[in-house]
């Protein structure tokens, strides 16, 4: 295997946008490729956990490529629903997805819930498949409630239903202030960290180890 091939790592994702964030965390030590990039498909997400989904993305792209996988799987779970959405908060109301119809759905879901009662959180798995026989998870959480109206413009999916603490909604926060306390970010941070122990050391030119922070 070349140098090269030791510090990629295949993103199991068509979304541009983790492509991105994922490149930003690790810095430049270690090359971050599409699952498209290298010509690698994604399996039907079949798994009744988001580490499962998470933990079959990632094998079966680290099983077509031969290099490290990473994939995710996220989703809210709302306590009123006996966590519903769950793995299933993408399509909730659907295929294809939408968000203003699950949003809407959601909303009807817990009509007459009382505030109280509307706890819920976002969770994110990630799995790193070093190999498709060795893989590391990593997970993120984040606690809130549902609004009883959308507020905000920013985010995506629930997120202008997602109630924090501070009384704001997940889309009422800028994109640094949401990665900072998101699932997603607490999750790939933890991944980040296991990737470039493993694999984002290059090597020097002289033949020592040299580790770059992202």
Do not use: W
């Not at 026989?133 to 959480?141: H, K, L, N, Q, V």
């Not at 909604?169 to 470039?196: F, W, Y």
């Amino acid at each position: 295997m070349t140098q090269i091939e030791r510090n990629t790592v295949v993103l199991a994702s068509g979304n541009p946008g983790k492509l991105e964030e994922l490149r930003s965390l690790l810095g430049s030590s270690v090359k971050v490729v599409s699952a498209a990039d290298m010509g690698a498909t994604l399996p039907e997400e079949t798994g009744t956990t988001f580490e499962e989904n998470a933990i079959l993305k990632a094998r079966a792209v680290a099983e077509q490529t031969g290099l490290v996988a990473l994939a995710d799987d996220s989703g809210l779970e709302v306590d009123a629903l006996g966590g519903a959405p769950g793995v299933y908060s993408a399509r909730y109301a659907g295929i294809p997805s939408d968000d203003a119809r699950n949003n809407q759905k959601l909303l009807a879901a817990l009509n007459g819930v009382e505030e109280a009662d509307r706890t819920a959180r976002f969770r994110c798995a990630i799995a790193i498949a070093f190999t498709p026989a060795e893989i590391r998870t990593t997970i993120g959480t984040c606690e809130g409630q549902i609004a009883f109206e959308p507020r905000g413009s920013g985010g995506f999916g629930y997120d202008p239903l997602f109630v924090l603490s501070s009384g704001k909604t997940m889309a009422e926060l800028d994109a640094g202030e949401k990665n900072e306390i998101s699932h997603r970010g607490q999750a790939m941070r933890a991944a980040a960290k296991l990737l470039r122990e493993r694999v984002g050391h290059p090597t020097s030119t002289d033949g020592r180890n040299q580790h770059v922070g992202g």
